[in-house]
């Protein structure tokens, strides 16, 4: 896939039943246009949540998708799976990054769509949760929630205010810089595409018109002038 997707086929999950944070699928969509997968692959889609990015996965790039995550039951998925007609090619899996229940080397993609942050801090994270699966050749497709530029003076105290004083939240928003700098170079793998996602603004209004009461806090904080500072970051890792 390496056309535009129309978006508007996709109008009824922008919502706050599917939406946990900026819209997952205009992010993904960029991703995939930029890093189009090869269709038949096997793919994890490590935190999945609602399952919507896994969804599109399968439907715009012909893949299947092993759609794993935390905080949402896989028992929830399989029956959003069952009714959007995709069970067949998309199976939900239950399950914590720190302890993937996967074959080594057995995923042609691992895709993380506004999830990376909360498991992976540091470059040993990342070849533990993630490089062990993906195949020689294999890649990850990762957008995470970033800055644009470090914070410093009133930006660092609005935004740790944001963030209701969690360090560790704080820490997670990183530039792509930052993230450049923590996966680094590696005998293992390669660093083969980083950029800030274009989309990063329609994501975000589409989360602040969700209906969801974190997307209208959100709005109040961009409206701060935080949109200065955030990005949304693009990594593509592929397996040497
Ligand atoms: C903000 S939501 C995004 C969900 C989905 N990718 C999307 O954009 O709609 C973050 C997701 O990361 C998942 N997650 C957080 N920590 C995780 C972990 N250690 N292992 C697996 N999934 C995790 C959560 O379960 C949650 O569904």
Redo the contacts with the bound molecule.
């Keep these: 896939m390496n056309k535009k997707v129309n978006l508007e086929n996709y109008q009824e999950f922008f919502n706050k039943e599917?939406?946990?944070?900026?819209n997952?699928l205009r992010?993904?969509e960029e991703m995939l246009r930029k890093y189009p997968l090869t269709a038949g692959s096997r793919v994890m889609?490590?935190?999945?949540?609602?399952g919507?990015?896994s969804l599109f996965l399968t439907k715009e790039a012909g893949v299947t998708v092993f759609a794993?995550?935390?905080?949402?039951s896989a028992t929830e998925n399989a029956r959003s799976f069952e009714a959007w007609g995709v069970s067949d090619m998309v199976i939900p899996v239950h399950?914590?990054?720190?302890d993937l229940p996967y074959a080594e080397e057995y995923f042609d993609a691992v895709v993380?769509?506004?999830?990376f942050h909360?498991?992976v801090t540091c470059k040993e994270e990342f070849k533990k949760?993630v490089l062990p699966y993906l195949k020689k050749g294999g890649v990850a497709v990762i957008a995470i929630p970033g800055l644009k530029k470090e914070l410093t003076g009133k930006a660092a105290e609005a935004f740790m205010e944001w963030v209701g004083g969690d360090q560790k939240d704080y820490d997670s928003f990183k530039t792509r810089q930052q993230w450049l700098g923590i996966l680094g170079r590696d005998e293992g793998y390669e660093v083969v595409m980083d950029f800030d996602l274009d989309c990063f603004e329609e994501a975000w209004e589409d989360w602040f018109q969700s209906g969801h009461e974190y997307g209208s806090k959100d709005k109040e904080f961009f409206a701060r002038g935080m949109d200065e500072y955030l990005s949304f970051v693009g990594l593509v890792i592929r397996r040497k």
């Design positions: 599917y939406l946990m944070g900026p997952s992010l993904l889609d490590l935190g999945c949540g609602r919507i990015t794993t995550d935390l905080w949402i399950a914590d990054a720190n993380s769509i506004d999830a909360y498991f949760m």
